[in-house]
């Protein structure tokens, strides 16, 4: 596996979730498969989960870590073509991204969206340049519009407790709601998008639901049923996975990457005892971090029912998963 972006890049998810058993049994089964391989993690932004998780699925491996904190040390680089470089980026991309590849045999890229400019960040603009410049096997660790290692660990989240929570009344699949709730800032939709877009490639029954004129992009919507009425949404789900995300900009382009409502007048789509109610006991997810009284409330994130501890330390079992595929490919 040269590029993990996408469900695809994945293959089969029957067989991904098998390995994830496998790693989950024995997190040290592959041990010896990254020795003398270095990992390299390029944060252009901040992590708590992505940081450690992936840097003890490498060490699972048996592989060396290097981590770059881009805005804390290094040079502030330059990532667009055409400039003339006088103002405060001393260094261009395009040539920092070579020398990364000469030190290391794997890249993880941790990239957000500027949430200015759709159609670049949409292009995944500065993983692309990775991918092509760097000469290595390339990883998203949160790009501009995706970040699949958390989807791939909400999946074997789900995955694991769909026999605790009982399925949808109506087709005896789980059904997985994802839910948009209120932020006092404007997020990127690489969670939603990537959550949505593993759903779709899992047997669930998946519906998506926000206040109209937060549209995600339809290839990410892809076959879900989207409900606008939250509370209808709701109910009889088994799984609701809460995120923030500014406008996607589908339907209303001028409004990209911004939030559409002062984030008072949206508190009703805050989940609280009472959504929860709506559903079939459903387990509460969400990727972390998450801001309390905004997303969540308190007693529904920390109820037995919730999985926002699980999902986390699954990211230790997908980014292993992920990292033992790209070994075997080099
Ligand atoms: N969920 C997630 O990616 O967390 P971090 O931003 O802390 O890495």
């Known amino acids: 596996?040269?590029?993990?972006?996408?469900?695809?890049?994945?293959?089969?998810?029957?067989?991904?979730?098998?390995e994830a058993a496998e790693i989950k049994a024995d997190r040290f089964k592959y041990d010896t498969l990254g020795k003398n391989k270095t990992l390299l993690m390029v944060f252009f932004n901040n992590s708590l989960r992505t940081r450690l998780s992936t840097q003890k699925a490498a060490m699972n491996l048996g592989m060396n870590v290097i981590v770059l904190d881009v805005n804390a040390g290094a040079w502030k680089l330059e990532t667009e073509r055409g400039v003339i470089m006088d103002g405060d980026k001393s260094e261009h991309l395009l040539e920092a991204i070579p020398v990364m590849g000469s030190y290391c045999d794997v890249i993880g890229i941790r990239s957000f969206a500027g949430l200015t400019d759709r159609e670049y960040?949409?292009?995944e603009t500065v993983y692309h340049q990775f991918l092509r410049y760097s000469g290595k096997p390339v990883f998203a660790m949160e790009t501009a519009t995706v970040h699949p290692l958390q989807a791939f660990a909400d999946l074997i989240t789900i995955s694991e407790y769909s026999g605790c929570s009982g399925h949808s009344r109506n087709s005896g699949k789980p059904k997985v709601v994802l839910t948009w709730a209120p932020h006092p800032k404007s997020l990127p939709q690489a969670v939603p998008n990537s959550f949505a877009q593993?759903?779709?490639a899992a047997d669930v029954d998946f519906v998506i639901t926000h206040p109209e004129g937060y549209e995600l992009d339809p290839r990410f919507v892809g076959n879900a049923r989207v409900e606008y009425d939250q509370k209808k949404a709701f109910e009889g789900a088994d799984f609701i996975y809460a995120k923030n995300w500014s406008c996607p900009g589908v339907t209303r382009p001028e409004a990209y990457g911004k939030i559409l409502h002062d984030y008072h007048q949206m508190m009703h789509w805050t989940v609280d005892a009472e959504h929860m109610g709506w559903t079939n006991n459903a387990h509460f997810m969400h990727c972390l971090p998450v801001r309390r009284g905004m997303i969540v409330t308190d007693d529904v994130i920390e109820a037995p029912s919730s999985l926002v501890i699980p999902e986390a330390a699954n990211r230790e079992i997908s980014a292993t998963v992920v990292l033992k595929r790209i070994l075997q490919s080099l």
Request: proline share 0%; charged share 25%.
């Open 121 to 123: 960040d949409y292009a």
């Open 198 to 200: 593993w759903m779709n």
């Open 1 to 18: 596996m040269r590029s993990f972006l996408n469900v695809e890049d994945l293959g089969d998810l029957k067989q991904a979730l098998g």
